[in-house]
């Protein structure tokens, strides 16, 4: 099963630039992720936003979260290099299951 | 430091073997979680564990196998029952319960390629 979905499937930018990526899923959620993926590496958590929350800030990350529409949004500003990544969203299916979208890859221009 | 130690990184397999890949992870985590990765594409959940002795299939768990026999350990055997087998696989584990809230950690994952 595939929950969420990310749009664009690839962004390209230049160094500086805010880089906008945005998730779409299908069921209700308790919670929302989103991860970071360097080439050929494992994921790392980003940030977690709840259902009740409608945005949340972490460095120059900013997550918000449109329950009624079933969407979410990751902002990052003031893009670096070292950006250049793929970024998924992934929300709780089931008891335990943690399901994935496709993944934005970004890529940070210098 | 704590974290999630996947082995080996890389692996050759030829068609028709059995391969092990191993999992290990000294953060205290109940649940445990295989995904595998294609190229350019999301990740699809195989097998996951929230106790030991204790798993349930993911979404494609067909040619897989798992045991959970320690807390801290959750291989994954690609039999030669996986027609395509060759993807990157990805380790991962997680509290449980609502302070766990399902955040993952990951492992730096391991390649394995049918020959």
């Known amino acids: 099963s595939q929950q969420g979905e990310e749009d664009p499937q690839a962004l390209s930018i230049q160094e500086g630039e805010n880089a906008t990526m945005n998730c779409s899923y299908k069921?209700?959620?308790?919670?929302l992720q989103w991860y970071r993926q360097n080439s050929g590496r494992g994921l790392v958590h980003l940030i977690l936003i709840r259902s009740n929350e409608r945005e949340k800030h972490s460095g120059r990350l900013r997550v918000t979260l449109d329950t009624s529409k079933k969407s979410s949004s990751l902002l990052i500003t003031a893009s670096r290099a070292a950006d250049t990544a793929s970024y998924f969203c992934a929300t709780v299916e089931g008891a335990q299951k943690l399901v994935f979208g496709q993944g934005t890859r970004l890529t940070i221009n210098p | 430091d704590g974290g999630i130690t996947q082995s080996p990184k890389y692996l050759f397999r030829k068609e028709g073997q059995n391969v092990t890949l191993s999992c290990e992870q000294n953060?205290?985590?109940?649940?445990m979680y295989w995904y595998r990765q294609d190229p350019g594409q999301g990740l699809r959940l195989i097998y996951y564990?929230?106790?030991?002795?204790?798993?349930q299939k993911g979404d494609i768990a067909e040619g897989y196998s798992v045991s959970r026999e320690k807390k801290e350990s959750f291989p994954l055997t690609v039999t030669s029952a996986q027609k395509n087998p060759t993807a990157f696989y990805l380790c991962?584990?997680?509290?449980?319960?609502?302070?766990?809230?399902?955040?993952?950690?990951f492992g730096a994952g391991s390649r394995l390629t049918v020959l």
């Open positions: 991962a584990s997680s509290r449980t319960g609502v302070a766990g809230a399902n955040v993952l950690t």
């Open positions: 069921t209700s959620i308790n919670n």
């Open positions: 953060l205290n985590h109940d649940a």
């Open positions: 564990s929230q106790i030991v002795n204790d798993f």
